[in-house]
């Protein structure tokens, strides 16, 4: 079974930098399409970055250029790198994979920017 598995979320201060990793254990990344969402409380989950297999990303607008997002197939990975973060970046953030028509999701990893 697929599973994407979240980590390097934590407590930052504003203006900080975090790096999210996940790995998902899967056979191949082959094709698939990958990204990072993020759900505050008492909000509905947001798109935050997404990256497909041909290496186009597609990043929400209160990105504002402060994240990148890369992935790495031999490693079956993909990683969000934030800097400037702010408090309204303060989230779960989810994993999720594409590949043909499944969704895969991991269970989050917290994000908290607080001074």
């Given at each position: 079974?697929?599973?994407?598995?979240?980590?390097?979320?934590?407590?930052?201060?504003?203006g900080?930098?975090?790096?999210?990793?996940?790995t998902?254990?899967?056979n191949?990344l082959?094709?698939?399409?990958?990204?990072?969402?993020?759900?505050?409380?008492?909000?509905?989950?947001?798109?935050?970055?997404?990256?497909?297999?041909?290496?186009?990303?597609?990043?929400a607008?209160?990105?504002?250029?402060?994240?990148?997002?890369?992935?790495?197939?031999?490693?079956?990975?993909?990683?969000?790198?934030?800097?400037?973060?702010?408090?309204?970046?303060?989230?779960?953030?989810?994993?999720?994979?594409?590949?043909?028509?499944m969704?895969?999701?991991?269970?989050?990893?917290?994000?908290?920017?607080?001074?």
């Amino acid at each position: 079974q697929v599973q994407p598995v979240e980590s390097g979320g934590g407590l930052v201060q504003p203006g900080g930098a975090l790096r999210l990793s996940c790995t998902a254990t899967m056979n191949t990344l082959n094709l698939a399409d990958m990204g990072w969402y993020r759900q505050a409380p008492g909000k509905q989950r947001e798109l935050v970055a997404t990256i497909n297999s041909g290496g186009d990303r597609i990043f929400a607008d209160f990105v504002k250029g402060r994240f990148t997002i890369s992935r790495d197939d031999a490693k079956k990975s993909v990683y969000l790198q934030m800097v400037g973060l702010q408090f309204e970046d303060t989230a779960v953030y989810y994993c999720k994979i594409t590949q043909g028509m499944m969704d895969y999701w991991g269970k989050g990893t917290q994000v908290t920017v607080s001074s």
